[in-house]
């Protein structure tokens, strides 16, 4: 919660947010600040990137490494059969392949689907208090906790010696990591305005524990506090961003917490499309992440070595495409047509992946996947937090669109069997029909969206609560 300072400066410094033109319309160029220069503003905010988002970017990083290494440590390993032998000693023939699926029998029935499945229904529960604690304790605090205790979690890994062992950590791995991915979308939400798109395009194990360590003292905490952030901005800065906020949004300062508040957004079906097209959205790209190892290696036919090695590839060309969609949005103010045309380069490849007779083609078809539906969790992301309103609105929205992309990693770690090897037809046909449907649902959408903003330039709706929010489109 804020102190009482933050809400006298709410009522002071901040209230000049909005301002009137000559005419005594509400004047919403969010650039024209009182007190700084536009390039001076400009220095603020680089100053905010710098500072929030590499830091946000590196938890996030780790993260990811941690959550998606399943499919490439159950097809690649080594063992040594003669321990009492010196390494330097040792040749080829005294090596051989050991995976995490032979080493631990997850080749039995469906054992490496239940382990990547119980990740994620303690990530999905645990995702909406997760949000109001970050809220409440502050991020700086909870974000570096969270990382610390997950990292060590993850250094368990190496010590399993049965698969149910796993489970266990996979469990407790979900319950850690379910409060990052919210509170980091909630936390980027609050700093920026609208028209400024916030992309988490950002070895593991013991440098996940270093990274949170450098998150205590390095991550912000929420815009009305950041003067208390060590060697960040001082006061007339912060108040600065909080007219910024204010200006566009009317929201820079929460209300005290409440169940009340926190649900009542709930009504709002927007909130639960948004939802929606997250769920399709993480499907797919869960699919490949857990499954492209094993696609390339038991699907295409290409040898261990080399499917570690082709994994790669595509999401470099995925962050490029990342890169683009969020600067053609700022550029253009648009969310919901950048998310249409990824859809459409992913529903591309996927038939090539699926049905090209060579595994070159094949592979071609899994740049296209990987980029086009990498690329819409950044700008899914932008779509929702740029057309809701409310601190806690936002908060809930944020929990629950994370969250429903949680229950999307369940079901994308279903779609690619083992039984469907190797053209895996009925998991190419899952990711069609949830790329189609992410192209029907932001069509939906953003036709609402239009109109309801037609009707307010009219003055015959009110949107959000605020006469001078519009929606992005």
Known sequence: MYHETDKKLSDESVKSGHEHNADGAVERDIDNDPVYSYKEQRAIIHR????LVVTCGLIYCFSLIDRGNLGNASIAGFDFPHPDKPFMNLDLTDVRWLSMTDDLN????FRYSIIVLVFFPTYVIFQPPATVASRKFGPRIFLSTICLLW???????GFVKKWTDMLGLRVLLGILEAGLYPSVVYLLATW???SLAYDPILNRLKF???AAFFAYFFLVDF????DRSWKFLNTE???FILRRINKDRDDAIPESFTIKRFLKPALDIKIWILALISFFIITVTTSISVFLPIILNVGMGFSTGASQCLVAPPYALAAILMVASAYLGDRFHVRGPILIFNSLIALIGLPIMGFAASSGARYFGVFLVTAGTNANIPTALAYQANNVRGQ????????LFVGFGGIGGISGGTIFRAQDKPRYIPGISAAITCNCLVIIFVLGLSGYFLRANRLADKGKKIIEGSESFRYTL
């Open 223 to 226: 815009p009305e506090k950041a």
């Open 151 to 157: 990292g060590a979690t993850e250094i368990g890994f």
């Open 392 to 399: 806690w609105k936002r908060a809930l929205c944020s929990a």
């Open 48 to 51: 905010v990137d710098r500072r």
């Open 237 to 239: 800065e912060r108040d």
């Open 208 to 210: 996940t524990c270093v």
């Open 106 to 109: 997850l080749g039995i029935e």
């Open 192 to 194: 920026y305005s609208r």
